[in-house]
């Protein structure tokens, strides 16, 4: 399976975006999917995961304001990110949870600026 993140862009503090993880094969199988951010000089970190059962659980810093979603039959994992700030901005990746080396592909860029 080669997971694909796409959706980013720039946008303006406040504004939303729906990021998409594509997988080339099935993640019925795959208990917890996930998206990672990584800032400019900063450790990668979980933004939110999510089970086969829809159990999802979310860093604080974006309680409130992301949420995540799959489509097992579309073999895709949603990030939907709504009332975005500056601090969002990131590389955002999307892996098991939790990651594995071999799902890290080049994530799709996110930038808060106005």
């Known amino acids: 399976v080669q997971l694909q993140a796409s959706g980013g862009g720039l946008v303006q503090p406040g504004g939303s975006l729906r990021l998409s993880c594509a997988a080339s094969g099935s993640i019925f199988s795959i208990n917890r999917m996930a998206w990672y951010r990584q800032a400019p000089g900063k450790q990668r970190e979980l933004v939110a995961a999510?089970?086969?059962?829809?159990?999802?659980n979310y860093a604080d810093s974006v309680k409130g304001r992301f949420t995540i979603s799959r489509d097992n039959a579309k073999n895709t994992v949603y990030l939907q990110m709504n009332s975005l700030k500056p601090e969002d901005t990131a590389v955002y990746y999307c892996n098991t949870a939790p990651p594995k080396g071999i799902y890290w592909g080049q994530g799709t860029q996110v930038t808060v600026s106005s």
């Open positions: 999510i089970t086969i059962g829809g159990s999802t």
